[in-house]
């Protein structure tokens, strides 16, 4: 498959690069344990990292242990974590997720895709984004928006929808590389190429061929 060739190499050059740029792009959110890392990622969907990690500060302290999250009151939490967006939704997701892991995980997040998907709110990004870096499991590479956005851009996928993106960098991306390409991705995106109108052409990888 000739195109296919194409990609493998195009996906090349992008890794090359991206890895002379951003060395050292790991996770932006903050937490102290496995438990924490799947809040923070639920909350982070339509929201900043950085007001996900300001949100967190408090709600941290406030709920400190999975039990707090067990027995804490919906409306509540609701307003605990209203700034983040969504609020309704991924609250009613973290509380039946806190059950969830307690009742049939024993308090721990499990260690597969399968299993990990059971838990309500949480899609493959999700996992994919707890899996590796609760456990260096690393099972596929987490699309969020800005790996949606860039992938595209860069040409190496024609699709919108995370989860065919997800295939198509599978395919294109050594599995040794899925890990850290979402975090350069997501750091390139923030400092180089951001999604809000700019001069393009001076993106360090506007001219790859």
């Not at 941290?60 to 969504?86: C, M, N, P, W």
């Amino acid at each position: 498959m000739p195109g296919n060739i194409k990609l493998k190499r195009r996906a090349g050059v992008v890794v090359r690069i991206l890895k002379k740029l951003l060395p050292h792009a790991k996770i932006s959110l903050k937490f102290s344990n496995n438990w924490e890392l799947l809040v923070a990622v639920v909350l982070s969907a339509q929201c900043t990292d950085k007001k996900v990690n300001e949100v967190t500060e408090r709600l941290f302290k406030k709920y400190s242990s999975l039990d707090d999250y067990v027995h804490a009151s919906q409306k509540e939490f609701e307003q605990d974590i209203r700034s983040t967006g969504f609020y309704r939704n991924k609250a009613k997701n973290i509380l039946a997720a806190a059950k969830l892991v307690k009742e049939k995980f024993g308090g721990k997040i499990p260690r597969t895709m399968k299993e990990i998907l059971t838990i309500p709110g949480v899609a493959r990004k999700t996992a994919n984004v707890v899996l590796g870096n609760a456990y260096g499991v690393i099972e596929g590479i987490a699309v969020d928006t800005h790996v949606r956005r860039l992938a595209k851009l860069m040409g190496l996928t024609s699709h919108t929808d995370p989860e065919k993106i997800e295939k198509d960098l599978m395919t294109i991306l050594p599995k040794k590389e899925w890990f850290e390409f979402t975090y350069r991705m997501i750091d390139y995106g923030r400092k180089y190429c951001p999604a809000r109108p700019h001069d393009h052409k001076n993106c360090p990888l506007s001219k790859i061929k």
